[in-house]
């Protein structure tokens, strides 16, 4: 099993079975902001403990959303520097990428997150802009569109599913300026359902394969079960282009993670149904 969160792997490489993701759809209690909040208050041996159901349970250290940029990825580094105008950061967690962005003088990064505590820690960390939403939250009245979208650490994996990725497609063309681009990951997963000759083996008449469940734990508690989509490169390129973008992949990884560049294309009409 490759290293970094690995066939699974959270948001972009820890170790692991399946990669995982940054952050997800809300869920009371907020387990993931309660980990984030005591590693900002000095508890660094803070872990969640992650279900999935296509690997096995694994531990993720509230750490790794507080790396700096020599301890994170190359995928994630690679975004980073694609990275141009007003930049918004879906699924921020402790905002490590916005941090990184603030330094090297962007000055229009927006970080978002549906974490409550999240939210506190990064508005502590000082990142300029915060807010607490969902991904499909609508662009407000007086909020400029954006030349940037970020969605690391599988990030694309937010949408949930193969029809939230439809729609997220779809709502994130109002929120992208014109030639604004989509940068974010994602792992063909298909690896964990391989048999011992190599071949794959799917129930046909069941969900896509990267359609997968996440539950956390932390201490004594226990979160709600939500979707994480693992979309493999061939079908991710048919549903961007479907919703009229432009499809560059940018990178891969050991671990079968990839790096994605979707653009706005010129000239596209949305299907009138």
């Given at each position: ?36 909040l005591d ?95 969902d991904i ?10 954006y030349d ?126």
């Amino acid at each position: 099993m490759p290293a970094g969160l690995a066939p699974f792997t959270f948001k972009s490489a820890l170790p692991a079975i399946c990669p995982a993701p940054f952050l997800m759809p809300h869920q009371a209690p907020d387990l993931i902001g309660q980990a984030l909040l005591d590693y900002q208050h000095g508890h660094h041996a803070a872990a969640l403990t992650v279900q999935c159901s296509a690997a096995d349970e694994e531990q993720l250290p509230a750490a790794y959303f507080f790396r700096t940029l020599l301890a994170m990825p190359e995928l994630e580094r690679q975004a980073l520097d694609e990275c141009r105008g007003r930049v918004l950061d879906l699924g921020a967690g402790a905002g490590c990428h916005a941090l990184e962005l603030q330094s090297r003088g962007f000055a229009d990064v927006r970080a978002i997150d549906q974490s409550a505590g999240a939210v506190q820690v990064m508005q502590a960390r000082g990142v300029q802009q915060v807010a607490q939403h969902d991904i499909l939250d609508k662009r407000g009245k007086d909020e400029r569109p954006y030349d940037t979208i970020l969605m690391l650490m599988n990030g694309l994996g937010l949408t949930g599913t193969l029809e939230g990725l439809d729609k997220f497609l779809a709502h994130a063309r109002t929120l992208l300026a014109p030639d604004g681009q989509i940068l974010g990951t994602s792992s063909d997963i298909s690896y964990l359902y391989e048999d011992e000759d190599g071949a794959l083996v799917f129930n046909l008449n069941g969900p896509y394969y990267g359609e997968v469940t996440y539950t956390f734990q932390y201490k004594d508690q226990t979160g709600e079960p939500f979707p994480w989509l693992f979309i493999d490169a061939s079908l991710l390129e048919d549903a961007a282009r479907q919703a009229g973008y432009e499809v560059e992949f940018l990178g891969e990884d050991e671990g079968g993670q990839y790096l994605v560049r979707l653009t706005l294309a010129g000239g596209f009409e949305p299907a009138i149904d």
